[in-house]
């Protein structure tokens, strides 16, 4: 059993590119949802999604984008990238929320 | 809008000692569940316990409890006879019902021999 399965574990970027963060899971969970962990910030929600086929922006939602074709996957797309962006960004998933969400490992990511 | 503040950003303990790290939030709704994560150095995050609101009694988890204040909006955790693997980034985090979980800044807590 993987869990919530994250790629790349790092990445460094160079300002204006875009790349796509992966995350999967394999619990069959509905809940998934996109984190940024920042110094003295705690998590903030990027976007998160209640099932296949819908999408909904958290609190940080610029310079992201997101689409959830399968239950399983729920990839993370940054557009162009920009410094503000350096971050550490997790994945996480929940049969129901209120039940507590499973984390994946996470994604350093910089960007230059 | 729903806010989750944790005032103390580090606590040391000694190890096998008791430590209480506090949790306050702000919210007018009235059902929704709280939750401690914990961070080790490897980053992952994982789930300490979890209370739901409408339950008066404190959850409790091994060595783990919670005092669950409601009236106060108050949610702080008890680590009892701390290990050296204790030794992390606890978060506090609030979710009600629009999926979105806030999370406290963070208390770092070092357990020392």
């Known amino acids: 059993n993987a869990g919530v399965t994250q790629t790349p574990k790092f990445q460094v970027l160079k300002t204006g590119q875009s790349m796509t963060l992966q995350c999967a899971q394999d619990m069959n969970h509905e809940y998934m949802s996109w984190y940024r962990q920042d110094p003295g910030m705690g998590l903030r929600l990027i976007h998160y999604?209640?099932?296949?086929?819908?999408?909904d922006q958290g609190e940080v939602p610029n310079g992201y984008n997101v689409s959830r074709s399968t239950t399983e996957d729920f990839p993370l797309r940054l557009l162009s990238a920009a410094p503000s962006q350096t971050s550490v960004y997790f994945c996480?998933?929940?049969?129901?929320?209120?039940?507590?969400?499973?984390f994946g490992s996470g994604t350093r990511l910089t960007v230059v | 809008a729903q806010t989750v503040t944790q005032s103390q950003p580090e606590m040391s303990v000694q190890e096998a000692e008791t430590v209480t790290l506090s949790c306050t939030y702000d919210t007018s709704e009235n059902n929704y569940y709280l939750f401690w994560y914990k961070q080790p150095p490897s980053r992952q995050m994982i789930l300490v316990i979890r209370q739901e609101a409408y339950k008066q009694q404190n959850a409790t988890e091994n060595r783990f409890s919670v005092n669950f204040q409601k009236a106060a909006k108050s949610f702080s955790l008890k680590i009892s006879d701390s290990q050296l693997g204790d030794t992390a980034m606890y978060f506090c985090?609030?979710?009600?019902?629009?999926?979105?979980?806030?999370f406290g800044a963070g208390t770092r807590l070092t357990v020392k021999p």
């Open positions: 999604s209640v099932g296949a086929g819908i999408t």
């Open positions: 996480a998933s929940s049969y129901f929320g209120q039940t507590g969400y499973t």
């Open positions: 985090a609030f979710w009600w019902n629009n999926n979105d979980m806030r």
